[in-house]
């Protein structure tokens, strides 16, 4: 049976699909975690090409109602955004209680975490990370390459980079666990009191490579947020690469309205 969806919109057809879906969507009719109708069944219901479904569900994606899996097929979110609110999740306090940011920002999500250590050890600084560290570019650095999950889904990949005269006198740096409050509890302990952390975010598409890593459908879009973390002494301690699911988070910020 077709859809009357198009006939009396000035909007692309596949726009106007998902609207309707994201209607069936918040009204409960298509439930958490139940499958979206398959291409074939969408194709038939809307009277439209195949091409015109994948945008629709493409849109859905986007707006972080629907999630693909190949060879699957599609599905209503079941999990919440997680609000990243960046004035809250680096406080000293939550360090002291001996929470890192990413499992105070979790509890306050009510998800659970799980971090899952890739890698530790010194490599050669990549340009852009040298020129944030202020080190040379062929200087060796320290990288802990990590992948975090919400309740068993990966959701970002994070990469700390920190100059190697730095960490060099901190062994819980190159342990998996680092210990209660994360590394920056840690460079916190070894007199580098950090002041401010700046970050920059941008959106792209996803490679190959960090799709894979986090489950997402090819292309997918994600959020790329680099960090520096800077101490009271304005040396930058630390800088974190992070790729993040796009339809995971919502980035919130604190802005003064002052000078």
Known sequence: MTSAVGARSGKPRYLQIADDIEEQIKSGRLAPAEEVPSETALMERYGVSSGTV???IAQLRTCGL???FQGKGSFVKSRPLVTRKSSDRFRRSHRRAGKAAYIAESEQAGVKPRVKVLSIGPVTAPLEIAERLGVGRDDKVLARRRLYFSDGTPTEEATSYLPWQVARD???L???NP???GIYARLEEHGHELS????TVRARLSTKQEASALGLSPGSVVIHLTRNAETTAGQVVEVCDTIMAA?????DYRIPAGD
Do not use: C, M
Request: charged share 40%; no cysteine; net charge negative.
């Open 247 to 251: 339809d995971q988070f919502v980035l």
């Open 170 to 172: 901190i062994p819980e």
């Open 54 to 56: 994948r945008k629709a």
């Open 179 to 181: 210990g209660g409050g």
């Open 174 to 176: 190159f342990e998996e």
């Open 196 to 199: 401010e952390y700046i970050e």
């Open 66 to 68: 629907v999630e693909t």
